[in-house]
Structures are given as structure tokens and as C-alpha cells.
């Protein structure tokens, strides 16, 4: 097992992960990525015109080894 830093960024703020998480490999961690940027987008997405929210992956080295970001643009005609 390998520990795992998640590092969020929106619009407004950003947080950065000085605990991390276990993983048993960086797969595994990038998955885990991706499945808390679809949970912020699902809490801060209803009523949003503009939004931005990118989850940054570093290993236990700290070294960022994978980003994923979701964008957001919604507008009335």
C-alpha cells in the first residue's frame, strides 16, 4: 500500500491534502481521483453558471503523477 495525496481546486478555493490515503497502486488512486471530482461536481454544479474543479494526484513523494479537471459553462438562450 502506497499513500496518496488529493489536492482540490475550484474557482473559489483550493485545499491541499496533508493526510492522504492508502492505496494498493496508483490505478487504483486515480480512480479514487476521479470519483471525487464527480462528488464535488454533483455538490457545486446545481445552479452554476461557470465552474471549474480539478482534483490533483500526488504519490508519497508528494510528486503530482496525475490531474483531471471537469469544466462547467451553462447559459440561458
Do not use: H
Amino acid at each position: 500500500m502506497e499513500r496518496y495525496y488529493f489536492d482540490l481546486y475550484n474557482s473559489e478555493y483550493c485545499q491541499v491534502d496533508d493526510q492522504g490515503q492508502l492505496f494498493a497502486d496508483r490505478q487504483r488512486a486515480g480512480l479514487e481521483a476521479l470519483r471525487i471530482l464527480q462528488d464535488i461536481a454533483r455538490d457545486e454544479a446545481p445552479g452554476a453558471e461557470q465552474l471549474k474543479i480539478t482534483v490533483k494526484l500526488r504519490d508519497a513523494k508528494k510528486v503530482q503523477i496525475f490531474e483531471a479537471s471537469l469544466i462547467l459553462d451553462s447559459a440561458w438562450t
